[in-house]
């Protein structure tokens, strides 16, 4: 029950990358053959990277090792190694032995050092890592490698969204033009600080390595960490971007705005894609907050709204419960002048500094809320910052599939 | 779909206290007559008083009118009046002259001088409040005090309730028995820090003034505020004691731990009969976290674990998902160390010192959750500190009370 999923135009290579995929049954073995669930990303030199990692307390050891190779070689890594159908967390002791060995096998497989390999899982939590299919997997995913292979890999990662979530943008800089591609999951567990969603963005364009991380940590909180499906944050969560600056050696880009701007396009397109494909979401709605004192305060009071239980099912209902929205709002920590908030839906004012407006009548609201999508505008009357967050609803389809399934 | 509402032993009158209720259609005039929906609340004298609120930054009218009061003149007060079916809430510049005009109303009814009375309102946001019609409520309420109406305005005090919530207790000092009793309502848009709900509690016992407000702002964040329903707080939550002394002045009570402890006692029964109404709850679930570093942690995590949707979502499917609920711990914000977390569901051992428990079987653990009520006990392993956290499952029939209905 995707809300509108675009149709999306093929994603374009990247000069130096191949992707390849296979398999293995990771979940099961009788899955084997039926769906791809393992993901070889390989860079023919070495790329500059970054990466953005969950902030949940609980971070699984592919999440550690991760950030421990960045942290060792930012500037040296060759290639990105997936797995879709086991988080391989929390299981105990084991789950650092384990992913040293998906490592190992993306490194054995690439042809390249496994220091220079980050990996990602994504699935079932607590369940052991079948880690012999998913050395034999990644060799058969080795054999497929080939540039225009991204779409076999935004299918592998998926584990129960429906459909794949890939993007490109090109950027044209001083005469070169760049590609970046990015391939997204997720579906549950949807929030801020990355919530159970892998995403991999690859790029020929040289950006400096001092500028990669911090570029990449801002371009998250405007993207990825302004969706919300369910206020939940995963054990896993990962974003990793690499930069690869083929054939120009990695001289910087003279204008890395440009090149933030487009990232920032693909990552929020990507995050979109990943809200419209939310656990049971029927609509897709985005949350304006303006006049804010800063930009975090606007982002937590777009959160506030987009977590509210009583609004996410308003949302579902169709109800054009403005007084929930003013009690998420009130809710959110943030300091507010209750008698200054604007609020519309859609260009429909409901309420004008505090007061109903008078010439908003229910209907109006209602008709809006009836929309597959629409957006909700806040303007706070505290100053001139702003922030957007997306989201969903809260259905009956969420239950089931949450309460039914063990995911 | 209450889980196990207990049958309520008849509430205790208490010296010196007179309650009345009266129906005069407060949510709409066809109601009239068909459910009580006023309720005053008298003292024969002078009462010292306290009153915790919601720390939601929408604050409606009679919450700001009633701590004005309170600043004013906490040891003197006379009289509660409140009403359901209005929240007098989002109405813009009228919801304060509304909300004195309830009060005076209330004064006026009870023989006794607009500064000495507390006030609270409850039910939609947004709607215009009735104020003729409540005032006329407010003396047919006035005739029918009565030191034994307790019920009724247990009653009288509900929204979406489906049942009335009362509890006493007595608790004997240097030779004198004092009674306390309270009544509270609340289903929805609960959660720490005061939800759409209302409790007040009345007391013979001569508290001193400057202990009774320090001490229900403890006993609140051990009962009220260690529940969770879906995490939403509302715009008028309230909770006011009033300590009469009657036939004692106000000599202090020389055991005044006795009297918290009957307090905390009390409130934790009012509390837990909430979560037990909560809209949708099907299932009734202790969450005891121990070997916390603090308190304050410890509640932390409670919370975390009692609002996560995912984990909501697996006990209404009576799923053992112990992933979700470490996740969940893993997202409180809460320093741990993941390694030392043990867990267990009513005593059953998921997991100790952050592994799987070898002798653990899903099968048992599926067994637990299919109960009505358990216990998730969580030992975080970091210190001595514990508390406890009561709340429900995530339905279908959450979704529907709230997407279907405007409330």
Redesign the interface.
Known sequence: MAVNPPKLTPPLSVPGFRVGTASCGVKSPELKGKRQDVTLIVSDVPCHAAGVFT?????AACVKLAEATLSASATDIRAIVANAGNAN?????MERVWSQQLVDAGARAAGVESAKVLSASTG???TPFPIERIEAGMHEAAESLDADNWTAAAHAIRTTDTFAKWGSRTVTIDGHTYTLTGIAKGS??IHPNMATMLAFVATDAPVAAHDLQPMLRRVADRSFNCISV??????NDTLCLLSSGIGLGHAPLTDSMAFEQALTELCIELAQLIVRDGEGVSKFVTIDVTGAATEEDARTVGHAIA????VK??F??S?A????I???????G???D?DGISLKADGIVMLER???HPDYRDEEGMAVFQREEFTLTVDLGMGEASATVWTGD???E???I?????T
């Open positions: 902030q949940n307390r609980f971070r967390a929390g299981t105990g002791e079932v939590i607590g549950g567990m369910d206020g939940d944050t995963s054990t977590t509210s239980p009583l099912t308003a579902a209902g109800d419960n403005w007084g929930r003013l009690s998420a709002i009130g809710n959110s943030v300091s507010i209750t505090g007061n109903l809260l259905t009956h969420y239950i089931t949450n309460a039914e399934y063990r």
